[in-house]
């Protein structure tokens, strides 16, 4: 395993650290949530697409907002739901918005990005189980937004990775909705169990460790974390899900719980791809506009989503 950064992303890396900033986990969750997005607006904004829109669906407990992103190519376009990172306490169905852009054009597919509750107000099983009604209403409302009746791709980043590994297992067992695949970035699939990538990236490359467990202490109790609607390395059956493209980054400390869940759903038998990204930390993968050394691997992931739904 190269364990070099990217020139980028060390020159990002570098300039965060000049700025000397609080740690994230020392903030209240609102304090931190507006410093996220604050930081959010300094970012490029991404490539235009054909339409953005913005609606509500009906979650688990109240109403959600989405952000819509359609291809300017001529629909109806198949169409993939996205949920947003953020550990579970910051982040909204905004604030992956040059990503969403990125795969909506490189995929051809309308990129649903959907907002849920945040801890530490709304804790397990809240964020997922708005997941599963978001992902269950779109299936149901495809035309309505213009999109093609056919099965959809789950895709999601960081806590939205785990939300959207979880919702595959979930559509297996209940069939009230099909996926033609999952594609998890940077996924945490074990919340609370140690493994060597957290000591190995526990400081200096984005996603802390002691910020990984403030995130899962304000959402989960020690006592759910083997609880397989959050920890999907913990189901007991991996087989027979969607097929997968599982990335992981090497500095990141959720590097090795990626790693075991693509391990894992190769051993049960579902279809799966793992791309590991060497130079890469947490958030460059998707740092579109300023980690260009990860614009080859943006364009895998949209290429995928677009395989999945062509299958």
Not at 205 to 218: H, Q, V
Request: glycine share 10%; with cysteine; charged share 20%.
């Amino acid at each position: 395993m190269t364990r070099a950064l990217q020139p980028d992303v060390a020159a990002v890396l570098e300039h965060i650290a000049g700025l000397e900033l609080p740690p994230l986990e020392t903030l209240s969750a609102q304090d931190a949530r507006a410093f996220h997005v604050a930081a959010g607006a300094q970012r490029p904004p991404g490539p235009d697409v054909g339409e953005i829109s913005d609606g509500a669906l009906p979650g688990a407990d109240g109403s959600r907002q989405y952000r819509l992103y359609r291809p300017a190519t001529p629909g109806p376009h198949p169409v993939t739901v996205y949920f947003h990172g953020g550990g579970f306490v910051i982040g909204s169905h905004m604030s992956d918005d040059p990503f969403c852009r990125q795969l909506c054009i490189e995929s051809d597919s309308i990129i649903v990005s959907v907002d849920y509750r945040h801890a530490p107000e709304h804790r397990f099983p809240a964020a997922h189980e708005d997941g599963y009604a978001a992902a269950k209403w779109i299936s149901e409302n495809l035309e309505s937004l213009g999109g093609v009746s056919e099965p959809i791709v789950l895709a999601g980043w960081s806590a939205g990775g785990n939300i959207a590994a979880v919702l595959a297992q979930q559509a297996r067992d209940t069939g009230d909705f099909e996926i033609a695949g999952q594609v998890l970035i940077a996924p945490m699939t074990s919340p609370g169990e140690r493994r060597p990538s957290h000591s190995e990236n526990a400081e200096g490359y984005s996603l802390t460790t002691s910020l990984l467990e403030w995130f899962i202490d304000n959402y989960v109790d020690q006592s759910a974390r083997d609880d397989p609607r959050v920890a999907p390395l913990r189901a007991s059956n991996l087989g027979d899900l969607a097929p997968a493209l599982v990335v992981t980054a090497n500095f990141d400390p959720l590097r090795d719980e990626g790693t075991a869940y693509a391990g894992a759903l190769a051993a049960a038998g579902t279809p799966v791809e793992h791309l590991a990204c060497d130079g890469h930390t947490h958030t460059s993968i998707v740092a579109v506009g300023i980690v260009e050394s990860a614009a080859s691997v943006r364009t895998h992931i949209a290429d995928t989503i677009r395989a999945f739904h062509q299958s």
